[in-house]
C-alpha cells in the first residue's frame, strides 16, 4: 500500500535549535495515526512541515504524493486541517462558516448547498444552523470543526489536540466522527495530550526532544515497555527529555 505522508530525515531548525530532527515514518490510506510528544518535543513543528506552513531545514516529505517544498499549494487542497485554538469563525452562524470553509476548498455552491444539509442532518444540527458558532458549546463546535475539516473529502486530516477541553462523552463522540473519516479512507494524523485517546489509534509515535523515539501499534508498544497502558509508556519515554516546553 502506497504511503500517503512520507517524511526521511526531515528536520527544522531556527538558529542553533533542532526543534524536529531527522524524523522519518509513514502513513498509509485510512490509518490513524496519533503523533505524541510533550510541549516541546517538536510534534507542532513537524505537523507544520508536513502541511505545508513551515519550510523544512533539511530531508524530505511528500503529502498526497506532493513535495513539501515545491508543492505546498497542491498539499493544501488535498489535507483537511483542525486545531483546539481555531478552526471555525466565532461571529459567523453555523452554515456561514460551512459555506465558506466549502468555498475555500473549490467546492461548486451546489455541492456547497447538498452537502451542508446533509452535513446538518448527520450531526443533528438543524435547529441551531443560524446560530453564532460562538454561542455553541465547546463539544459542538468541536464536532463542527472536524466536519467542516473533511467537508472536502481530503486525503488526509491534521487534527492538532482536537479534544481539549471537551468532557469525556463528548470525546468519545468525537472519535466515533475520525473512525467514520477512516472508514471513508482518510487517513487521520493527530496530535493529542489525551493516552486514552492514543489506545484508539492504529499506530503511535513518540516524539522525544525533537526525535522519534518510539513509532508501533499501542499494543505493541505497551509489550515492548512492559507498560499496562499508553500513559505508562508515554511517561517512560517523556522521563528522557532534556529541553523543556516551548
Not at 513543528?45 to 531545514?57: K, Q, V
Not at 466549502?102 to 456547497?112: A, M, P, Q, R
Not at 446538518?120 to 466536519?147: C, I, R, T, Y
Amino acid at each position: 500500500m502506497e504511503a500517503v505522508i512520507k517524511a526521511e530525515k526531515l528536520s527544522k531548525r531556527f538558529g542553533d535549535f533542532i526543534a524536529t530532527n531527522a524524523v522519518s515514518f509513514e502513513v498509509y490510506p485510512g490509518e490513524i495515526f496519533g503523533f505524541l510528544g510533550a510541549n516541546g518535543a517538536g510534534k507542532t513543528t513537524a505537523m507544520r512541515m508536513l502541511c505545508g506552513l513551515s519550510r523544512p531545514s533539511s530531508g524530505s516529505a511528500s503529502i498526497a504524493g506532493f513535495d513539501v517544498y515545491t508543492q505546498t499549494e497542491q498539499i493544501k487542497k488535498h489535507i483537511g486541517y483542525m486545531s483546539q485554538k481555531f478552526s471555525l469563525y466565532e461571529d459567523l452562524t453555523v452554515v456561514e462558516n460551512i459555506r465558506l470553509f466549502g468555498g475555500i476548498y473549490g467546492l461548486s455552491k451546489e455541492d456547497v448547498r447538498v452537502k451542508t444539509q446533509g452535513l446538518l442532518e448527520h450531526l443533528k444540527m438543524e435547529d441551531q444552523k443560524n446560530k453564532l458558532v460562538g454561542a455553541l458549546p465547546l463539544g459542538w463546535k468541536q464536532k463542527l470543526a472536524f466536519s467542516v475539516a473533511v467537508f472536502h473529502k481530503p486525503r488526509i486530516v491534521f487534527l492538532d489536540e482536537p479534544t481539549g477541553g471537551v468532557d469525556p462523552i463528548t470525546r468519545r463522540q468525537f472519535w466515533d466522527l475520525i473512525y467514520e473519516a477512516s472508514q471513508q479512507g482518510i487517513t487521520v494524523f493527530v496530535t493529542t495530550h489525551y493516552m486514552d485517546e492514543a489506545e484508539y489509534c492504529n499506530r503511535v509515535s513518540i516524539m522525544v526532544d525533537g526525535v522519534i523515539e518510539a513509532l508501533d501499534t499501542p499494543a505493541k508498544l505497551k509489550s515492548q515497555y512492559d507498560a499496562v497502558s499508553m500513559e505508562d509508556v508515554f511517561f517512560k519515554l517523556a522521563r528522557k527529555a532534556k529541553r523543556g516546553a516551548d
